[in-house]
């Protein structure tokens, strides 16, 4: 066999499992926690050091990306059918 041909095999495998493990995580569990919160959904301002909600977060979850790429494509498609 060509060598170019086995390590373009090798690579397209290692990325389909890669894309399908994540995909799989997004389905399993499709929240993660906020990193800026560190899951509390509150941080503290800097001069005072007073608590105020997490705007980047709701509770301290936050929807993966992947998760949020599939819900906006379920939604243009179930309008589609419409």
């Known amino acids: 066999m060509n060598p170019h ?10 990325l389909a499992l890669i894309t399908l493990g ?3 995580l997004c389905w ?3 929240v993660k926690t906020c990193q800026r919160c560190a899951g509390t959904g509150h941080i503290t301002t800097r001069v005072l050091r007073r608590p105020r909600a997490c705007r980047r977060c709701d509770r301290g979850n936050r929807l993966r990306t992947g998760r949020r790429v599939y819900n906006h494509f379920h939604r243009l498609r179930a309008e589609a059918n419409r």
């Open 5 to 14: 041909l086995t390590t373009a095999i090798t690579l397209a495998t290692i």
């Open 22 to 24: 994540y995909a799989a």
């Open 28 to 30: 399993v569990k499709p």
